[in-house]
């Protein structure tokens, strides 16, 4: 089921939020929980029932893994070690059978002419963030640093629908002592007016927002043969706004609707287009990933603890699987490489200790970002080659159209200058001026939700469901 | 006041979505037409738009006279071509330059002007009363009539009578033809204020978005609009509909004929037995004409190909190859 989308907005989530709370007001702490399991599996199932087995399938396993590193803390830490390799491997191997599989065999085939069908396996939606939140509790579970003995709590902490399909990833940690606190049992009106302000912000940035530039990045990407300079930075520049809009939409709508439910879900954004560096960048961007792929890939590999030569294997290695996590494909690799060696060169530079006027460095930083997503957008690498050929101007100037460089214009200020959504639904303490601002963005977002349905019979999906 | 703050809130909203479809690749479209005492309705002049559907998204445009703009420059020191038609002709799903009066121009290498009278909902009834009012007849050396004659193709047959259809976006002029040189006109009613309503509210995009909600939910619940298309095919009495649609062809050419102008008509009539009636009366009152639907068979060109896949009307290529065998059948001598 889609955030965006009718049946979540006025039906599901509006029954989910008052059976909850029923059952809670009833004192019935477990059957609310058992009842938002219920909810988030349905709203799983809704997409492809077929792969509803899968997630329990997986979460069975995982959950009996921590519980062997629960009741067998005492035994030789060879047998543990054992079990946390056969934990994260199995994950792996799910992965890499449904995301993979045509990737592996695509190059098996290439470089040993060999003639081995692909499989076309349908990817399981959000199996890239329920296989790495699972990953990471294994990880937390072996060092001892989580506890969970209760298998409802570990299936909510995996299937609580707000963050199910396209994160934040959460740890275990932040989120099911939120579910135990006595206070969050109880419906919270602040909460609600919060949750429902940042979720209509986050419906706006996507169906409004990201859905239009959606429309100018793919004329470009996908329509065009040649493209002269000025539709090229239409193009590219448009597909960073839509992602940026299209992923922090979700984020909040996620964030807003977990709030509902008196629960606080970890930021995933923080204005990552006024970085001023790549590292900053980073830690603006997608931040629980970010976060992931620091504790446990980057400072599993070493870190910063090592030489500068590993160092910067370190950081490569790490974006590459980054790249890799994002897709299956050279494209994608490339895309993660690109950045990891952003990284190793502001490294390189920062130790140079030479300071770069904000501006530029800004400016140069949204550059290389917005080069770099040529490459995340680009379905084939013509495709790329084809955007960045016109960016730099080989095919002319090409035809002035104005609207787009309009949109463009206005939403890069609102990038770089205006407050991000959550800086913004912090600052409004006043409630009646949040639900002035919900009900204009609210209504606004409904009207552009219902003409995508009576357009096309359908809604716009996140981009970051193919991850 | 807290209600009034609401409201107010939504109106602003309403506003700034109307600004949005506006100013976006959303936009739905907004009337292309006023009213017209004498017609009905006219195009609006200087007006230029989107056209958007799942399959054209067009930019189209209508000159001072509310005619479909060319796509060459007039020459008043050449003569002219009236052409007159309904919505496969005012075109506004294809590009201007391969309209058929623009393609015409091209055919016949640029010698006269082409100038498209074409509107929506029209049929040769109403293309008299268009000829009489917005045509310059005496600056025109031929007319070219187009009628069609099919279900589904323009339903001249079915629209002789627009009132019939209590839609009041059609142009709603109405002649009603005792014989061939009698007949009797009906002007459009004057507007009353829903109508007024209606067309100051035609002119904003949320009003073509709120009737294409209103379709959509109730294509979804299955109800039903009685349309006069839904009575089965063939058991129609068409008689009242043949004395029109001849009436309306014998008072232009009358018309033609009295300002030494060539007239001539272009048939589309996918039904072969309304092809033999027309036919046998263009033939009878020596009216040069070509059936469109003969020359597709020659060509062995399928019908359904010859159309939008989302839309029935005429796609760009249609026009082009209208025009080119338009000029291959007439040689509109100078």
Redesign the interface.
């Given at each position: 089921m889609l955030f965006n989308s009718f049946e979540f907005i006025l039906i599901f989530l509006p029954i989910t939020f008052l059976v909850f709370f029923f059952l809670n007001h009833l004192g019935r702490g477990e059957a609310s929980r058992i009842w938002l399991l219920g909810a988030s599996l349905f709203f799983y199932g809704w997409w492809e029932p077929v792969y509803v087995p899968l997630i329990l399938g997986s979460i069975i396993f995982n959950f009996g893994i921590s519980q062997t590193f629960l009741k067998l803390k005492s035994k030789n830490r060879f047998f543990l070690q054992s079990w946390l390799v056969i934990g994260i491997l199995s994950n792996l191997a799910l992965l890499g059978y449904f995301k993979y599989a045509d990737f592996f065999i695509e190059n098996f085939n290439w470089s040993l002419d060999a003639k081995i069908e692909l499989p076309h396996i349908i990817l399981p939606l959000a199996i890239s963030f329920f296989t790495f939140q699972q990953i990471a509790y294994l990880v937390d579970s072996y060092k001892g640093e989580v506890k969970e003995s209760s298998f409802i709590n570990y299936s909510l902490f995996v299937l609580f629908f707000p963050q199910l399909i396209s994160g934040p990833i959460v740890h275990h940690k932040e989120m099911m002592t939120q579910f135990h606190q006595p206070t969050n049992k109880r419906f919270n009106i602040n909460n609600v007016f919060s949750g429902v302000l940042i979720f209509f912000i986050g419906l706006f940035k996507k169906v409004v927002v990201a859905d239009t530039f959606a429309i100018w990045a793919s004329q470009g990407f996908d329509a065009t043969e040649t493209m002269a300079l000025i539709e090229a930075w239409i193009a590219s520049l448009s597909f960073t706004l839509q992602l940026y809009f299209d992923f922090s939409g979700y984020t909040d709508m996620a964030l807003g609707v977990a709030l509902l439910f008196n629960i606080h879900l970890p930021k995933n954004f923080n204005s990552p287009y006024k970085a001023l560096n790549i590292r900053d960048f980073w830690r603006r961007w997608h931040m629980t990933l970010g976060r992931f792929l620091k504790d446990y890939i980057y400072i599993p590999l070493g870190g910063n603890r090592v030489g500068s030569f590993r160092l910067n294997i370190n950081l490569i290695t790490t974006f590459l699987l980054c790249g890799l996590w994002h897709g299956a494909g050279w494209i994608f690799i490339f895309w993660g490489v690109l950045h990891g060696i952003a990284l190793v060169t502001y490294q390189f530079w920062s130790q140079m200790n030479i300071k770069m006027h904000y501006f530029f460095a800004g400016t140069l930083t949204f550059l290389f970002v917005n080069f770099s997503w040529v490459f995340f957008r680009a379905k084939e690498w013509k495709d790329a080659t084809k955007i960045l050929v016109g960016m730099l101007g080989f095919n002319g100037i090409g035809i002035l159209n104005l609207t787009p460089i309009i949109y463009i214009v206005f939403f890069l200020g609102v990038v770089w200058k205006a407050k991000n959504s959550m800086q913004w639904a912090e600052q409004i303490n006043n409630r009646s001026r949040a639900v002035y601002i919900a009900l204009f963005l609210g209504t606004f977002a409904i009207l552009q939700l219902n003409n995508f349905q009576i357009s096309n019979d359908n809604t716009m999906k996140f981009i970051y469901f193919n991850f | 006041m807290?209600l009034l703050?609401?409201i107010l809130?939504?109106c602003?909203?309403?506003m700034?979505?109307e600004l949005?479809?506006t100013?976006?690749?959303?936009k739905?479209g907004v009337s292309p037409v006023q009213y017209d005492p004498d017609i009905g309705m006219w195009h609006k002049s200087n007006f230029q738009y989107v056209n958007s559907n799942?399959c054209y998204n067009t930019k189209y445009e209508f000159d001072g006279n509310g005619l479909i703009k060319n796509h060459y420059n007039f020459n008043p020191d050449k003569q002219d071509v009236i052409i007159l038609g309904d919505s496969y002709i005012e075109a506004l799903m294809i590009k201007n330059k391969n309209i058929v009066h623009n393609s015409l121009y091209r055919e016949y290498g640029g010698r006269l002007n082409f100038l498209n009278f074409g509107l929506g909902g029209t049929g040769p009834t109403q293309h008299l009363e268009i000829l009489k009012k917005f045509a310059n007849i005496r600056r025109a050396k031929y007319l070219i009539e187009f009628v069609s004659l099919d279900e589904g193709w323009g339903r001249d047959l079915e629209e002789v009578d627009p009132r019939e259809f209590g839609w009041s976006n059609r142009p709603l002029v109405h002649l009603k033809f005792s014989d061939l040189d009698h007949y009797e006109i009906f002007k459009p009613p004057t507007m009353n204020i829903k109508e007024k309503i209606r067309e100051f509210l035609a002119q904003f995009e949320l009003y073509g978005?709120l009737r294409?909600?209103l379709?959509?939910y109730k294509s979804k619940l299955s109800v039903n609009d009685s349309d006069i298309s839904k009575i089965p095919y063939g058991s129609r009495d068409w008689t009242t509909s043949w004395g029109q649609i001849k009436g309306s062809v014998f008072q232009i050419n009358k018309l033609a004929k009295a300002n030494h102008i060539g007239h001539r008509v272009i048939v589309f009539s996918p039904d072969r037995n309304h092809n033999k009636v027309i036919s046998a009366f263009l033939e009878l009152q020596e009216i040069p004409f070509v059936d469109l639907v003969d020359e597709l068979e020659k060509l062995k060109i399928d019908l359904n190909s010859i159309t939008f896949s989302c839309d029935g009307h005429w796609n760009d290529e249609t026009h082009r190859l209208f025009a080119r065998i338009i000029r291959s059948k007439f040689s509109l001598e100078n």
């Open positions: - | 807290k703050k609401i809130t939504v602003l909203s309403l700034s979505f949005f479809l100013f976006s690749p959303f739905g799942d978005y294409k909600t379709k959509y």
